[in-house]
C-alpha cells in the first residue's frame, strides 16, 4: 500500500492566506500563542454505531452529550466530526440520517464515510474506474468525483459469458462480448457485495487482462491495475433481539480477493490505497476537515489535540492511537531533543529522517497536521464488553493467530489499549473537556 503518497492537491478551494493558517503546524505556532480557553485548541472524531445511535434510535447519553457540544443558535462549539466504516449511502443522506436521530444539524462535510478519503485520489477522477459494492455505487463514486465509472453490472451485460458459477444465470445461447465498454484503468473496492462470485470473478478478470476484459488472462509478474479500498471490517456486528452477531464484512470480501489472486499469479495483491478505519489516511482526512471548520468559524487556536472516541476496539482504538503513533513521530522528529531520545533508545542516530526530508514526500496539506496528538476513547454502549472477562496484559487475549486486523496492519496490542474506558458518550465529552479546561462561552 502506498498510502498517502499519490495525494492530489487540495480538497476544497481553500485561499493561500486560509492554506498557511489550516497548516500552520509548519510555522510552529503551538506553544507559542496564549491559549484561548473560550475556543476550542481540540477537534473530535465519534465513531456512529454504538456511541451515538443502535440501529435509528439514539443513545440517550448522545444527545446529552451533544446538549454541551452545540450552542443555543444550533452552532458545534468545537470541531467535530463523524468517523463511520459504513460506505453504501451517500455522506449526505448519513447527515441527514444523524440530524434526525439526534436533533442537531449536522452538515454533509461533517461526515466521513470509508470512501470518503477517495476525493482526495484526484488523479484517478477522470480515468475508467471499475467500482465494486452495492448500493448506489455509480451515485457514490461521482459524488467523489470520479467521471468516467462502470459498475460490476455493466461489465457482466458486457461480457455475460464471463460469470459462470450461477446456472440459472449464464446465458442459454453462446454470445459474444456486447456493448463498447472502455479499457478499465483502476478498480475502487466499495464495500461487500451481494454476488460475491460475480465480484470476485469479474474483478479479478479485470486485474489479470490490465483491464481490457477481451483480452486473455496474464498471470505473469505484472503489476497489476491500481486497486482502491475501502472498508477493512472482516465482521460487521448486528445487534439482533439477544446478541450480538458477527456477520461477513468487506475485509472477508478482501481476504478471498487477496488470497484468489495469490493462488492463481504467485503474487500478493497491492493496494494503491486502503481507507475507513483504522487505516491513517482516514484520521488525516478527518484531521483536515476538523482543522478546515476551525478556520470557516475563524477560531484562533491550532488545534492541536483530536479526540476519537468509539466503541470498537480493532477499528476505533487501534486507528485512533495508530494515527497518534503517527503524529508523535512526526512530532519528535520536528524536536531536535525528542530526536535525541529516540535515537539514544534506539540505539542509533541514524535511525530518524530529516523532517524536510519526509515532508517532501507529500503532495499536500492534508500532510501538515496541526495536531499534535489523536487520543482514544472507548464506551461501552456498543459493541465493546466491559463484563467480558479482560486480561491485563493485550498479549493474553490477542493473538496474532486470531488477529482480525487487515493483512496490511502489523499486529500490535498497543495499538488497541484505549486511552480511557468510559461508560457512554457524555462521560467521554466531560472528561475531554475536564482535560482541556474547556468552558464555551
Ligand atoms: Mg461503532
Excluded at 436533533?103 to 470512501?115: K, L, R
Excluded at 485520489?121 to 471499475?130: D, E, M, P, S
Excluded at 456486447?178 to 473496492?189: F, I, Q, T
Aim: hydrophobic share 40%; proline share 6%.
Amino acid at each position: 500500500m502506498r498510502g498517502l503518497l499519490p495525494l492530489s492537491r487540495g480538497l476544497c478551494a481553500l485561499s493561500r492566506a486560509a492554506r498557511a493558517r489550516a497548516v500552520g503546524f509548519r510555522g510552529g505556532f503551538y506553544g507559542t500563542q496564549s491559549i484561548n480557553k473560550a475556543q476550542p485548541s481540540f477537534g473530535l472524531l465519534f465513531d456512529i454505531d454504538g456511541v451515538l445511535v443502535r440501529g435509528r434510535l439514539p443513545i440517550p447519553a448522545a444527545k446529552k452529550a451533544f446538549s454541551k457540544l452545540v450552542n443555543s443558535q444550533g452552532q458545534f462549539v468545537v470541531p467535530v466530526v463523524f468517523v463511520t466504516n459504513a460506505g453504501n449511502c451517500l455522506r449526505q443522506t448519513k447527515a441527514a440520517q444523524l440530524s434526525h436521530i439526534l436533533g442537531v444539524q449536522i452538515a454533509p462535510d461533517q461526515v466521513i464515510m470509508s470512501h470518503s478519503p477517495l476525493r482526495m485520489f484526484k488523479k484517478y477522477h477522470n480515468k475508467c474506474v471499475l467500482v465494486s459494492g452495492q448500493g448506489p455505487v455509480l451515485e457514490i463514486a461521482k459524488n467523489l468525483g470520479f467521471n468516467n465509472v462502470i459498475s460490476i453490472d455493466m461489465l457482466r451485460e458486457s461480457f455475460p459469458l464471463l460469470d459462470m458459477v450461477d446456472h440459472n444465470r449464464r446465458p442459454k445461447l453462446p454470445s459474444s462480448p456486447v456493448g463498447n465498454l472502455p479499457k478499465v484503468e483502476a478498480v475502487v473496492l466499495f464495500g461487500e457485495p451481494i454476488r460475491w462470485e460475480t465480484n470476485l470473478q469479474l474483478i479479478i478478470d479485470v486485474l489479470l487482462t490490465g483491464g481490457n476484459l477481451s483480452s486473455v488472462h496474464q498471470t505473469q509478474k505484472t503489476p497489476h491495475l491500481p486497486l482502491l479500498a475501502c472498508n477493512m471490517d472482516l465482521i460487521r456486528w448486528l445487534k439482533c433481539c439477544y446478541c450480538l452477531l458477527s456477520r461477513f464484512g468487506h475485509g472477508t470480501f478482501l481476504v478471498c480477493l487477496e488470497n484468489i489472486y495469490k493462488k492463481i499469479t504467485g503474487e500478493e495483491l497491492k493496494y494503491e490505497a486502503l481507507m475507513g478505519k483504522p487505516s491513517e489516511l482516514t484520521y488525516h482526512f478527518a484531521e483536515y476537515l476538523i482543522r478546515c471548520q476551525a478556520m470557516e468559524r475563524e477560531w484562533k487556536n491550532p488545534i492541536t489535540s483530536l479526540y476519537a472516541i468509539g466503541d470498537n476496539l480493532m477499528t476505533d482504538i487501534y486507528g485512533a492511537n495508530l494515527y497518534n503513533r503517527y503524529l508523535e513521530e512526526r512530532l519528535a522528529r520536528t524536536n531536535p531533543k525528542a530526536v535525541a531520545k529516540i535515537a539514544t533508545a534506539a540505539g542509533s542516530t541514524a535511525a530518524i529522517p530529516e523532517v524536510d526530508e519526509v515532508e517532501n514526500m507529500w503532495e499536500s496539506e492534508f500532510a501538515l497536521p496541526s495536531a499534535t496528538s489523536c487520543k482514544s476513547i472507548l464506551v461501552c454502549t456498543g459493541v465493546y464488553n466491559p463484563k467480558a472477562e479482560v486480561p491485563t496484559d493485550a498479549h493474553q487475549c490477542i493473538k496474532e493467530t486470531v488477529f482480525h486486523g487487515h493483512r496490511d496492519f502489523r499486529f500490535d496490542p498497543a495499538l488497541v489499549e484505549p486511552g480511557h474506558i468510559v461508560k457512554d458518550v457524555f462521560e467521554a465529552v466531560e472528561i475531554i473537556f475536564e482535560q482541556e479546561k474547556f468552558s464555551p462561552q
